[in-house]
T-cell receptor, first 113, second 112 residues
Framework: GQQLNQSPQSMFIQEGEDVSMNCTSS?????WLWYKQDPGEGPVLLIA?????ELTSNGRLTAQFGITRKDSFLNISASIPSDVGIYFC?????????????FGEGTQLTVNP | DGGITQSPKYLFRKEGQNVTLSCEQN?????MYWYRQDPGQGLRLIYY???????QKGDIAEGYSVSREKKESFPLTVTSAQKNPTAFYLC???????????FGQGTRLTVV
């Protein structure tokens, strides 16, 4: 299947620090999505990106859709304890069989107070 | 309120039994997806459906089956052919024109 390479796999930071994570792929995507998942829950959509080069913010979160359409990054500024969780990137690509949503492996974020 | 509902939240089954996980949405979304998540890992696509009465295999479809008789419903059956069925299962749907995807709360299946 399609692969999205997400890095880093895990991060341990102090409260107040900024965080950056990214996803890359060998395939082009039409849409990039970033999600956060709390333990035992479904992922919650944080940011959606629709155009190459697009830079979008949602509070302390900022994400960009790479110019090549094969990558995206997510930044979290001034982290707080409730930012703890797993962050996933996802790429949506239109195929002949319909649109297919592929996920990265996730970045586990731990924030120390 | 509109949303995606997965039921049950927790499910226990004996090895060799088929089990069906429910996914219902009232968002009027066309596309629906099933993912499997194992501890510490990402989401792997099992099946997806763009319209009623049509669905496609994902990356790990073996041992699973689905149906899409209604737009609102996309049940997943975990069959006895699935070698390692214990996992967290997530259902998602996407808005018209297939942009943002929204998830249910998941079903944790344990096979004993």
């Amino acid at each position: 299947g399609q692969q999205l390479n997400q890095s880093p796999q895990s991060m341990f930071i102090q409260e107040g620090e900024d965080v950056s994570m990214n996803c890359t792929s060998s395939s082009i995507f039409n849409t990039w999505l970033w999600y956060k998942q709390d333990p035992g829950e479904g992922p919650v959509l944080l940011i959606a990106l629709y155009k190459a080069g697009e830079l979008t913010s949602n509070g302390r979160l900022t994400a960009q859709f790479g110019i090549t359409r094969k990558d995206s990054f997510l930044n979290i500024s001034a982290s707080i304890p409730s930012d703890v969780g797993i962050y996933f990137c996802a790429g949506l690509r239109k195929e002949t069989s319909g649109s297919r949503l592929t996920f990265g492996e996730g970045t586990q974020l731990t924030v120390n107070p | 309120d509109g949303g995606i509902t997965q039921s049950p939240k927790y499910l226990f089954r004996k090895e060799g039994q088929n089990v069906t996980l429910s996914c219902e949405q009232n968002l009027n979304h066309d596309a629906m997806y099933w993912y499997r998540q194992d501890p510490g890992q990402g989401l792997r696509l099992i099946y997806y459906s763009q319209i009623v009465n049509d669905f496609q295999k994902g990356d790990i479809a073996e041992g699973y089956s689905v149906s899409r008789e209604k737009k609102e419903s996309f049940p997943l059956t975990v069959t006895s052919a699935q070698k390692n069925p214990t996992a967290f299962y997530l259902c998602a749907s996407t808005k018209p024109r297939n942009t943002e995807a929204f998830f249910g709360q998941g079903t944790r299946l344990t096979v004993v």
